[in-house]
Structure formats: C-alpha cells, structure tokens
C-alpha cells in the first residue's frame, strides 16, 4: 500500500470505522436499488474493471528498475495494480469470506435448533470453527502467544486438520481403482481402446520396460520396444488432443469474458 | 504481466479472434442463427432431473473449486437452467459451492431461477449453501451431503482437482445419475472413467448456446468455430512447410515462425490459459 500511504494510530480506527460505515452505506443503497438500475451498475463496473485491464495490456510500456534492481515493463496504469486493484480485491473477498462463514453458521445452527437428523454433526462443526477461530486469532494477534495456546494451535492444526486432510486426499487411491474397474470394463470399442492404451502406457512406466529391454535403443526394431510405444501414445495421441482441448476452452473462456465485459451477457450474472 | 509491446503476435491474434467472434455475434443478432449439433451431455440434463423427480430425491450441484471467475460463472449458468427445469416438477435441489463471492451470487441466481418460472415461494435459501474454502474439507461436506440425502442426480460443473474422483464416486455408491464438464484436461479423464455423461473441454462453455438458443451466446459460438478453423489452417499449414524446409526455417524467417510454427503458439496458448485461471 505504499503508494496510498499507512494510516497509523488513531487515524487507522477512523478510517476502517469510516469504510466500515460507508461499506454498510454503499450496502443498504445497492439493496434498495430496483433490478433494472442494478444491472446497468453492474455492466458498467464490469466495463470499468475490464477496459481498466484491456488498457494496461494494450498501452506501450517502458522498462522499469525496481528498488531490488528487478527489471520489469509498465506503463502509467501498471502500478495501480499492486497498490489499489490487488488491495481492493482482497477487501472485497474477505467481506464476502464473512457472508459465507454466516451462511454456514446459519444452517448449521438451524439443524441444532430443530434437531435434524444427524444434528451432532452440526455441533462439532460449530464448536471446531470457534475453536479454531478463536485459537487462530490468539495465535497470530500477538508476536509470542502463550505456550499454551501455541502448543494448542498446534495440535488442532498439525496433529488434527493437516492429518484428516491427508485421510481425504488418500481416499482417491480407492476411489481411481473402483472407477477404473468400470471404467476398462470391454464393453465397447471406445472402451477397448481406452483399455488397450492404458495397459501400454501402464507398462511403458513400469515393468514392461523389462520385458523389452533385449531389443535395441537405436534402429527399427527400437520401434518394438515398449517404452516407445508408451512414448508415442503420450506424445502423438494424448498431448495434442489435450493441446487441442485447451485451445478450445481457452477460446470459450475469451468468448464469455468479451461478452461480460461488454454486457451482453444474460444467464447468471446479468438476468434475462 | 504481460503486454502487447512485448508479445505483437498474442495481441494480434488476440485481436483478431475478438473480431471474428464479435462480427458472428452481431451476424446472429440480425438472424443468421447457426447449427448447433447435438451435445449428449447437456441432452442428459433434462434426463437427469426427471429421473430426480421420479424418485423423490434431490438434484445436487457442485461448481468444485470455481470462484466467481469466468468458469464459476458458466457453470452457474448451466445450474440456472437445472433449477428452472427442477423448479417445474418441485423436485428439490442442493447447490454446494466452496467460494465465498460465488456463493452469494449463486444464491441470487437460484432465487431468480424459481422467481421466473413462476414459484419463488419454492425457494429455499438452505439450498444454497457455502460448505468450506479448503479443498478436501469441501469434497468431505460434499460427499457426506450426497451420503445423507442420497441425492439422485449429481451435476458436476466447473474447476475440478483432486477431489473430481471423491464426488463422482461417492455419488456412484448411492446410485446417482451424474452428468460432469470440467475445463481442466487433467480430471476430464476421471469424469469420463466415473461419471455418466461428460461435457468435454469448450462444450462446457457452449451450454449456454445450447440451452438457451439466443442469439448472443449462439453467435460467439459461431466465432469461437471460425477462430478454431484459423487454428487448424495455420497448423496444416507449419506441418507442410516446416516438413519441407526443417527445423533451420525459424532463423531465416521469424515472423513466419511466429505464425506458423510453435513460436507464437505457446505464448497464446498460456494467455488462453490465462483466462481460464
């Protein structure tokens, strides 16, 4: 935030009350507007936003020497980005990280209230975000926490979350051998094929290698080996087909982005 | 950042690619609706909720790890259109998100999705709801939601990493329908091997045109086609060419390495990329 200076003191109470103020203002105004009014607030901030970032790209540029001695091209618009752009944003997403907490909170605590099924599953979610919240907050508020609190932090972050994280994520294991199994079951061409080049990819990177490796590296019969085999149905086959797949979303992602930006776009963002 | 001064042939071709897809915008606008042929995927949509209804189970959603960026916003476009054909036959769905801002406007575009077919009070703002912004916290809330209310059809729509595997196999257990498209090649192949029906790679972005038939999003359809058929001229045309002359034509001509071979196509393909997030 260097380039719009630090409020210090008393004056950074004032100023988060004031934008604190002036957020639930801008707030209660954009709830009270009628749609119609809305919707053309919202095409024009996303003009704004967008011609904002097609500018930067498109103006020329000239070399800058940063303080470290780092060399990089900007132009007039470049350095609002790190300074105005980024700092709003995270604002932005940390308001809203707060509206999602609520949400959260809220059905949870409505499944408590009216005893669902399965309701003590909303109290250990309720109690783990407050704990961890507030155990969180103590941790990092002060430069040297209390040890206790520290070895809390600890526990709950290293010893519990960072553990049955892993357990999801080791899930998958299981997870890819029952979808492969339905998955190369022959039942079609395109299921055979599917089988034939997973069983030559499988072996090339494995110990398939050994059963070839009596064939020459060079020449011909390099071609009989399996690694090669293996190679070529990476190379030749999959990597363009992805390529391919990535322009084609890529374009997709150009042709929305160009229609939001200009407000043409109805569906989910702008109405009908 | 990146900046047209430093790389002409992104901001060109860029440029040029924006052309064609605003000039078949404006085309289909005066009536010049193209074809679009039939995509099983988003066919299966409408398979799906009636199957759904049918079984009095609910319809779940899942954006993955989208943010309100432009894949969040496509997959809550294709959820709009779930919601109006479940809002219909009352049958009830789940909306499960990871993000925050998408959150919020997902609740906004499911309200107005039961507004406009005429049945706001259908609406339930519980239906919506923020699970968590981690990813594997996230896959556990989901996969015990499709557990417990033994969901009959999942929608699996949006950025997908690891956790593709998790949804679409708990959902098998229960018996759901599943109908999946993610923009990332990488978890495509674990939809395929899992789900149903898959919507692969810029069908995705194509389901607004599908489903809605307006001429906008039918129009930039068009363009994107035209801007992949330039793609595949300049392609055969580096494959004859540098088949002919080999691998020493760049240094005599740059710009036609640019063009034609891989020297430009990489830069474009990560601004492309880009986009996408």
């Not at chain 1, 907490?101 to 109290?123: D, E, M, T, W």
């Not at chain 2, 078949?24 to 995509?39: E, V």
Request: glycine share 10%; hydrophobic share 50%.
């Amino acid at each position: 935030m260097e380039g719009l200076g630090v409020a210090q003191g008393v004056w950074l109470w004032v100023a988060v009350v004031g934008v604190a103020l002036a957020s639930v203002a801008i707030i209660a105004a954009l709830t009270r507007t009628p749609p119609r009014y809305r919707r053309r607030l919202l095409v024009t901030v996303c003009f704004v936003a967008g011609l904002f970032y097609a500018l930067e790209f498109f103006l020329p540029t000239r070399e800058v020497v940063s303080e470290n001695g780092m060399v990089t091209r900007q132009n007039f618009l470049t350095p609002f980005i790190p300074t105005l752009i980024s700092p709003l944003a995270e604002v932005l997403a940390a308001f809203i990280l707060g509206l999602g907490l609520f949400s959260l909170l809220r059905i949870h605590s409505g499944n408590v209230a009216k005893r669902k099924p399965g309701y003590y599953n909303s109290v250990a979610l309720i109690l783990s975000a407050v704990v961890m919240l507030v155990i969180g907050l103590w941790t990092n508020w002060t430069e040297s926490p209390p040890d206790g609190i520290r070895a809390t932090y600890g526990y709950l972050f290293n010893g519990l979350y960072q553990n049955m994280d892993a357990a999801m994520f080791s899930l998958i294991a299981f997870f890819i051998l029952s979808a492969a199994y339905r998955a190369f079951r022959i039942r079609s061409i395109e299921g055979s094929i599917l089988m034939a080049s997973a069983l030559i990819v499988l072996l090339g990177l494995s110990f398939g290698v050994i059963a070839t490796q009596g064939l020459p590296a060079t020449g011909m019969a390099s071609n009989l080996r399996i690694e090669t085999w293996s190679s070529w149905v990476l190379g030749v086959v999959s990597l363009p087909a992805l390529r391919a797949i990535d322009f084609g979303v890529g374009l997709g992602a150009l042709a929305m982005g160009l229609r939001i930006w200009l407000g043409i776009e109805r569906g989910a963002l702008f109405g009908d | 950042m990146l900046h047209a001064d430093e790389n002409w042939f992104v901001a060109v071709f860029m440029g040029l690619l924006v052309g064609l897809i605003l000039w078949r915008i404006i085309s289909a606008m005066h009536g010049r609706l193209p074809f679009i042929r039939r995509i099983p995927g988003l066919n299966a949509i409408d398979e799906a909720v009636g199957r759904a209804t049918e079984m009095g189970r609910p319809i779940l959603m899942v954006p993955g790890l989208s943010g309100l960026d432009i894949v969040g916003i496509q997959a809550l476009n294709i959820f709009r259109h779930i919601t109006r054909t479940a809002a219909r036959f009352s049958t009830p769905i789940r909306l499960c998100v990871s993000d925050a801002a998408l959150y919020a406007v997902g609740q906004e575009v499911i309200q107005e999705a039961y507004r406009s077919e005429g049945r706001p009070e259908g609406y339930d703002p519980d239906t919506v709801q923020f699970i968590s912004g981690e990813q594997f916290a996230f896959a556990a809330g989901v996969s015990g939601i499709i557990h417990r209310q033994k969901v009959a059809a999942t929608f699996l729509m949006g950025a997908f990493f690891a956790e593709s595997l998790i949804f679409a196999e708990t959902a098998n257990t229960v018996g759901a329908i599943q109908v999946a498209g993610t923009t990332l090649t990488t978890q495509t192949p674990f939809f395929v091997a899992a789900c149903d029906y898959v919507i692969i790679g810029d069908e995705f972005y194509a389901a607004s045109a599908y489903l809605s038939r307006e001429p906008v999003p039918t129009g930039s359809l068009a363009g994107q086609d035209m801007g992949k058929i330039l793609f595949v001229v300049c392609i055969i045309i580096g494959c004859i060419s540098f088949s002919i002359t080999g691998p020493q034509y760049p240094a005599d001509a740059p710009l036609f390495y640019k063009m034609f071979g891989s020297g430009g196509w990489e830069e474009l393909l990560r601004a492309l990329r880009g986009l996408v997030g």
